[in-house]
């Protein structure tokens, strides 16, 4: 049997915000960009792995979930408390000034860590961290 990451999800507060950010200053292809009953449904991938997609959707996407309950996520998210994502990358510094001069809201430069990786981190449009990582050679 074998299990793979398919799919995962960033909550996100304006697509085009987003979009302009992930492809533009990450690099990651759009695989959809779909409405769909006044929903949106937009994918995001690194060309390296055509198999896993993230998903850009509201702070809370669910249908059935109370107005209180959709102003709460919204809070956190503008906090920017939500989990977002780590990125794997072969090098950090390049990724980190790609960044960087791509407008990135900077929260770490680069740094060795004493868990063996080598990482930055930004912050997206939407409030979400966002972490570069690059295993250290021995």
């Excluded at 507060?13 to 937009?42: P, Q, T």
């Excluded at 690194?46 to 896993?52: E, F, I, K, R, T």
Aim: aromatic share 8%; with cysteine; glycine share 6%.
């Amino acid at each position: 049997m074998e299990i793979k990451l398919s799919q995962c999800f960033i909550a996100v507060d304006d697509h085009d915000k987003a979009l302009a950010f992930y492809r533009d200053a990450l690099g990651l292809e759009v695989r959809n960009d779909v409405s769909f009953e006044g929903m949106r449904w937009v994918t995001i991938g690194s060309p390296a792995q055509p198999d896993v997609e993230i998903v850009l959707e509201p702070p809370l996407a669910d249908p059935n979930a109370s107005p209180a309950d959709r102003q709460a996520m919204s809070e956190l998210l503008a906090k920017g408390v939500l989990r977002g994502v780590i990125f794997s990358t072969d090098d950090c510094d390049a990724t980190f000034e790609r960044i960087r001069a791509a407008g990135g809201e900077v929260l770490q430069e680069p740094v060795d860590q004493p868990y063996g990786v080598r990482d930055c981190a930004f912050r997206d449009p939407a409030g979400n961290m966002l972490r570069f990582a690059q295993p250290r050679t021995t």
